[in-house]
């Protein structure tokens, strides 16, 4: 039996790839621009037709870009099939196109105004590459790639200047991919720039040597850091720690214990622009002891039961919210609905209604109670990811966090 684009493509996910890549290109690029299609099937021609649209097609395919009522991941797919018609270029730098707003599109614009050399692009396209968000990344890197393919790095570079940032990142990844040493850009004013050279160094020679001519403590903290991802060696990161003085980031209210508490849990994987103190804390210094989870929350269980309040059997803050996952455990109490949350990180406590006499319970079973005011307190410097944000959060999202 004859196979058809139907059979080939019988439903979302389950293409037969190579099948429809080698049937007839004129009836995909129909069922490509065909808008009573269902999208995945659509955007699955758009896929099969790479290096052989039709010049008959060409025109209607355009008009599905060119129509923001279609399928957003239809007409992604056909910018990234149509990079190289140049008939595209209007549309795509006229004004009207800062309003798109299906997901994704925004950025499939400039990659494929990358594409096209349209060179007014490469401040947003390095914007773009800048992101914090790895897929945002590698589309501006493909379109900054592009215009230096066609004009050549140092055009791009003149274009961007190097005030911002992100210029200055362009700057550091194209003399890495020249084979040029950028431990320089350790002493970048800016935390994303000396991030992203960290990222890029690999010879633990040349930053032990770098360690000894860096121009601020800050570019010393950051070779030592570069050169623990390469070798993993805690004792020559301490070393360096010791001579510097021990640095670290002081917050006004930040005590000891707390401080331990989430300085381990969220130094070693903070967000690339935190203050690079915090990873060589998490490096150098012992992390808290005590007694585990589990054990906690059943002392808690033990001292609320004991005090009359009822509590129910702990969950996790996944569980509570039926998803995600974090570092506290809920436990229920009272005929109220009332929530008492204990950290995973430590001995610490506290509910939404700052009740008294659970808070005189759980403090003499030995848990600390985090009230408003040391709630409150921000951690400085320490970027961690929440909520699609990667900013310094307050102790009590912190020591009580939950992501879903």
Do not use: N
């Not at 699955?44 to 279609?70: F, K, N, S, Y």
């Not at 992203?196 to 800050?218: I, K, S």
């Not at 490096?283 to 033990?302: H, I, K, Q």
């Amino acid at each position: 039996m004859p196979k058809t684009i139907e059979t080939l493509t019988p439903g979302a996910g389950r293409t037969d790839t190579a099948g429809l890549r080698a049937y007839d290109p004129d009836p995909v690029a129909r069922c490509a621009a065909d808008a009573a299609q269902p999208w995945w099937r659509r955007k699955a021609c758009v896929e099969a037709l790479a290096g052989r649209v039709p010049e008959g097609h060409v025109a209607e395919l355009i008009a599905c870009v060119q129509d923001a009522g279609q399928s957003g991941s239809v007409r992604i797919a056909l910018l990234e099939l149509l990079a190289d018609r140049p008939e595209l270029l209007p549309w795509l730098r006229h004004e009207d196109r800062l309003q798109e707003s299906a997901y994704g599109m925004p950025e499939a614009i400039l990659k494929a105004r990358g594409a096209l050399g349209d060179r007014t692009s490469a401040e947003a396209l390095a914007t773009l590459a800048f992101s914090p968000w790895g897929h945002r990344q590698v589309i501006g890197e493909a379109g900054l790639d592009a215009l230096a393919a066609r004009y050549g790095v140092e055009a791009v570079l003149a274009d961007l200047g190097g005030a911002r940032p992100e210029d200055r990142a362009f700057g550091v990844r194209m003399r890495h991919r020249a084979g040029e040493d950028v431990a320089d850009a350790l002493a970048d004013p800016d935390r994303g720039v000396a991030h992203l050279a960290v990222t890029l160094l690999a010879d633990p020679e040349r930053l032990r040597g770098y360690l000894a001519e860096a121009p601020t403590e800050e570019a010393k903290l950051w070779a030592a850091y570069a050169l623990y991802r390469l070798t993993h060696d805690t004792a020559e990161t301490r070393r360096v720690y010791e001579a510097l003085g021990r640095p670290r980031v002081e917050v006004a209210g930040l005590d000891e214990e707390l401080r331990a508490a989430i300085v381990h849990e969220y130094g070693h994987g903070c967000a690339e622009r935190s203050d690079p103190r915090w990873r060589i804390e998490a490096l150098c210094t012992e992390p808290p002891s005590g007694t585990d989870a589990a054990e906690r929350t059943s002392r808690a269980v033990t001292a609320l039961t004991a005090a009359g309040l009822t509590p129910k059997p702990p969950v996790s803050c996944g569980e509570a919210h039926h998803q995600g996952d974090g570092t506290y455990d809920v436990i229920g109490y009272g005929a109220r609905g009332g929530e008492v949350l204990v950290s995973t990180l430590g001995r610490f406590a506290t509910d939404h209604d700052d009740d008294p006499a659970v808070r005189r319970a759980l403090e003499s079973a030995g848990f600390r109670w985090i009230d408003q005011s040391v709630g409150a307190i921000r951690v400085t410097g320490l970027g961690v990811y929440y909520f699609g944000r990667r900013d310094p959060l307050d102790i009590q999202t912190l020591l009580f966090y939950w992501q879903d």
